[in-house]
């Protein structure tokens, strides 16, 4: 068994592939010795194209041996032999070919006849290069198992690289916990400034009367919850008794934002009331039909409400609203608000670079994973491959980096 860094599995595993593969080269580098010859016999017609111009007017023949040498150009193979360069060069041989005649049916039967022999000489290099496409295709065909091997070298090189990526990972988690020392420093400042704001001004109890309107509120709702059924159906009903347009409206309101309406109703609540004796009158005249429980519920919850029932709910709504006006033109809220604003932006500003370091604790993990998965595929495929043992040492380990992405 042999215990390999990857760095050191690279060049052991370009060496064994060059003595499995060794036949498959030298068949391959004949091939392209004979495209690189044709290539450059091509272009040496081009040249002579251009030097047997007849009429310099007419240019035929120079703008021929120019397109030539544009299609010579493009021409393309990586200098070292493997089986997917060999293969792209099939493909380009096909393509030199279909382009080369492609320009020849537009320009060779325009050539003066004096262009005879170089047409020839073109033709027989295109004929050798035909010939040796299809020796390549028989080459690829009958060594396509090198294909495979190359895939593992393919393999060997994304672990080599995602082995080494722990230094772009430092860089970001070092980027990111900077932003994060520097987000909780302004959050700790804009709390202490708000928290000291707080302490030494009227803000407190100026937040308190949210909670207190929410008090309320609550206890109004659960007061008025016992009519809501009754109330309902008798807006839905024709009953024939007649409520003026303030009661219909106390009816609406009081059960959409009971707070609200008691607190900018007149002391009394003469709206409410005249709702609520309206529905106690087609209630007692039987003119809506409703179960005896809910009746009687209806009676008794209106009766209470007209003895005054909701007056201490209102009195504390009234009040809660003129010390809220009282603050409104003070410049408590305008301060109060624009601390609590920094505040919150600031929380924001911090837990947003804290889920970026989380993102990259996610990515670590992943990369740990695929690390893991690449490396015990490359051993099976090497085992597979060259019927040989060999353990990868990974040198370098991300797994250290994930302690760093620990939000405290």
Not at 220 to 229: H, I, S
Not at 353 to 371: E, G, Y
Request: charged share 35%; aromatic share 8%; proline share 1%.
């Amino acid at each position: 068994m042999t215990s390999l860094t990857v760095e050191q599995l690279q060049k052991w595993y370009r060496k064994q592939l060059k003595n499995k593969s060794s036949e498959f080269l030298k068949q391959a580098e004949k091939s392209y010795k004979v495209v690189e010859g044709a290539l450059q016999d091509v272009e040496e017609l081009a040249k002579i194209f251009e030097e047997e111009e007849i009429d310099e007017t007419d240019g035929i023949a120079s703008r021929f041996a120019l397109k030539v040498k544009e299609i010579v150009d493009d021409f393309y193979v990586d200098k070292e032999i493997t089986y997917e360069g060999t293969e792209k060069m099939q493909g380009e041989i096909q393509r030199f070919i279909q382009e080369l005649w492609g320009a020849g049916a537009r320009w060779i039967r325009r050539l003066d006849k004096r262009h005879k022999t170089t047409i020839k000489a073109l033709d027989v290099d295109m004929k050798e290069l035909s010939k040796e496409m299809k020796k390549i295709g028989k080459l690829l065909y009958d060594y396509s198992w090198v294909k495979d091997l190359e895939r593992i070298g393919g393999r060997i090189d994304t672990l080599h690289d995602l082995t080494f990526s722990k230094e772009i990972f430092e860089e970001q988690i070092q980027t990111v916990r900077s932003k994060i020392d520097t987000a909780k420093k302004e959050y700790t400042e804009f709390k202490k400034a708000y928290d000291d704001f707080t302490e030494t001004s009227n803000v407190a109890e100026l937040l308190s009367l949210d909670e207190q309107a929410e008090h309320v509120s609550s206890l109004l709702k659960m007061k008025m919850n016992p009519l809501k059924k009754q109330v309902k159906k008798f807006l839905q009903r024709d009953t024939g008794v007649r409520v003026g347009p303030a009661g219909q409206k106390a009816l609406i309101d009081y059960f959409e934002d009971p707070y609200t309406a008691i607190a900018e109703e007149n002391k009394g609540y003469p709206g409410l009331l005249e709702g609520l004796l309206g529905l106690q009158k087609a209630i007692e005249t039987n003119k809506l039909s409703l179960k005896d429980r809910l009746a009687r519920r209806a009676i008794e919850e209106i009766t209470e409400i007209e003895n005054g029932g909701l007056q201490d709910f209102q009195n504390q709504a009234k009040e809660i609203e003129a010390k809220r006006h009282t603050y409104a033109g003070s410049d408590v809220y305008r301060k109060s608000a624009e601390l609590e604003a920094n505040l919150s932006e600031a929380k924001k500003n911090l837990e947003y670079h804290k889920n970026d370091l989380l993102r990259i604790r996610d990515d670590l993990q992943r990369q740990i994973a695929k690390v893991e998965e690449f490396k015990v595929r490359i051993e099976a495929e090497i085992l597979e491959a060259f019927t040989e043992k060999v353990t990868i040492k990974l040198e370098v380990s991300l797994e250290p980096l994930v302690a760093l992405c620990t939000i405290e």
